[in-house]
């Protein structure tokens, strides 16, 4: 590799990055906390379009970002974050000793003017508080990664080639198939975070993913699908697929031809038709990957339900103050939970969050009741309760945002065969598609890649185009059949914030049922 910057770089600078942070860090004045994040990563991409080589990289980037609480009068946050190339490595920790002293003088100036509004509106200034972290264990720990093909030795020709192939594959399948882009992708990324209280946290994420988007066409209508599979795990991940417990996902080539053929069937379907009233759905895991995300995963993070993000990503109906949450009360059938859990695999996957906190299961719904948030170790000092492990960054230059880990619906005890047989009339939906969802959450709009009508506890005719709408109580508080076939699906571009952080998460479920609107394209 041409480049000066491998994920060996960690290993390299580690004792210093913890010693400027144990050591030069704590003589900052007013300091109360510092904390630093440095990432490192190899990656390789190969992207073909109708059956022809398009774009290929082997590449790298590294970046850091630091956080200070500190003030005199009042504490505020201070943060800096930044690109780093080869020529900056020798000059590291002057770099990140400059990038420590500037969020230390933005820390201090929102400190002091939190202190000047407080003193200035008296009443309603009482409401600003020093910015505090709820306390953690303070771990010094290395997490490697896990793979069978180590991504910085696979060959970028092996990677062109084999996407080349499939890709020319897709290409012959069947005329009707009149578009196809693949692109294969896999890295190895290396993560440290230092700070102030003498965490010393090294994890290394290996990570594989195929994406295939295809066009179906037929003298009725056009249908273009678009998923990816992938696993923090080497290219083991396109040759083989994976089989593991919660998850079953099958290798590349056949993942794209099922979508290529899905595309065609589905371009001469009907469209789906709308009802004005709420019918009898049952919906599969992979739908309610999506399901999970938006109406649970979502609404649970406590920076969205604290108004954090309020301007450009909306609210939780889970929490309208303080003094008015959801917390304790039914949201849901006593046949729901939902959880979201770390230790789960798949792209949800971690030990520890970019606050150093421990990564552990948060319980959503436990049989009906809304239990908790996902949180920070501010938001946690802010609402109450421990911190739980979902402050996270796409970039180690960004400032991290709660997000999901791997958020799902619990297994229920129903056969998924018998939710079917049990339906006289309903639909069926199938693989989750496009979702619209109310800045609260509090309703929604999900559509399926695929609708079947069910009749007499049997799958009929195949719709496109359709979904479902909803109240998010309603619909939760209707289901009435759980099933036992949980699985877990990779969810690539989640993104949230300003400026928009894209992150890949785990979602999933069993099949479930419930009643609600459908909406169509006809």
């Known amino acids: 590799m041409a480049h000066g910057i491998t994920t060996d770089l960690i290993e390299r600078v580690k004792e210093m990055v913890g010693e400027l942070c ?300 303080l003094d008015d949450t959801q917390v304790g009360r039914p949201i849901a059938s006593p046949l729901v939970s939902a959880y979201s859990d770390p230790a789960l695999p798949g792209y949800g996957h971690y030990a520890y969050d970019h606050d150093g906190t421990p990564a552990r299961r948060v319980v959503h719904i436990d049989r009906g009741i809304f239990h908790g948030f996902l949180n920070s170790r501010q938001t946690a000092a802010v609402f109450g309760g421990e911190p739980n492990g979902h402050y996270k960054a796409s970039d180690a230059s960004l400032v991290p945002l709660i997000r999901m880990s791997n958020t799902v619906f619990a297994a229920g005890a129903d056969d998924p065969r018998r939710i079917l047989r049990d339906v006289e009339r309903g639909y069926y939906l199938a693989a989750h598609r496009i979702p619209s969802i109310a800045e609260s959450r509090e309703n929604f709009r999900i559509s399926a890649r695929r609708v079947y009508e069910i009749r007499n506890g049997e799958l009929g005719r195949l719709y496109r185009d359709g979904g479902i709408t909803a109240d998010t109580r309603d619909y939760l508080m209707n289901v009435d059949a759980v099933g036992t076939d949980f699985r877990l699906h990779p969810i690539p571009n989640c993104g949230k914030g300003q400026p928009m952080q894209t992150k890949r998460l785990g979602n999933g479920g069993p099949t479930m049922r419930s009643r609600a609107r459908l909406t169509g394209g006809s």
């Open 22 to 321: 144990t050591g030069w860090a704590r003589t900052l004045p007013d300091l109360v906390h510092a904390d630093v994040r440095l990432e490192a990563m190899e990656s390789k991409v190969a992207s073909v379009e109708n059956g022809e080589p398009k774009f290929a990289n082997d590449d790298y980037a590294c970046a850091f970002g630091v956080r200070v609480l500190a003030g005199r009068r009042m504490v505020g946050a201070g943060y800096l974050g930044g690109s780093l190339g080869a020529a900056d490595v020798p000059r590291l920790r002057e770099i990140l000793r400059e990038a420590l002293g500037r969020a230390l003088r933005r820390a201090a100036a929102s400190g002091e003017a939190k202190a000047q509004a407080r003193d200035k509106h008296r009443g309603l200034g009482a409401s600003l508080a020093d910015t505090r972290l709820a306390a953690v264990r303070i771990a010094r720990e290395v997490v490697p990664a896990v793979y069978g093909v180590d991504p910085r030795i696979l060959p970028l020709a092996d990677m062109v080639r084999a996407t080349t192939e499939l890709g020319r594959e897709l290409r012959a399948l069947d005329p009707r198939l009149t578009y196809s882009h693949l692109a294969t992708h896999t890295e190895l990324s290396r993560e440290l975070f230092c700070s102030s209280e003498g965490a010393l946290i090294d994890q290394t994420f290996a990570l594989t993913q195929g994406m295939a988007y295809v066009v179906g066409t037929t003298a009725e209508s056009s249908q273009e699908l678009y998923d990816v599979v992938g696993h923090q795990r080497g290219w083991e991940i396109v040759t083989d697929g994976v089989r593991e417990e919660s998850m079953e996902l099958p290798d590349f080539r056949t993942f794209a031809l099922g979508l290529a053929r899905e595309a065609i069937d589905l371009a001469a379907a009907p469209a789906l038709p709308s009802t004005d009233r709420d019918v009898v759905v049952v919906t599969d895991p992979h739908y309610n990957a999506l399901v999970a995300h938006e109406i649970v995963g979502h609404p649970s993070e406590l920076d969205r339900g604290l108004k954090m993000e309020m301007a450009y990503a909306g609210r939780s109906w889970l929490l309208g103050g």
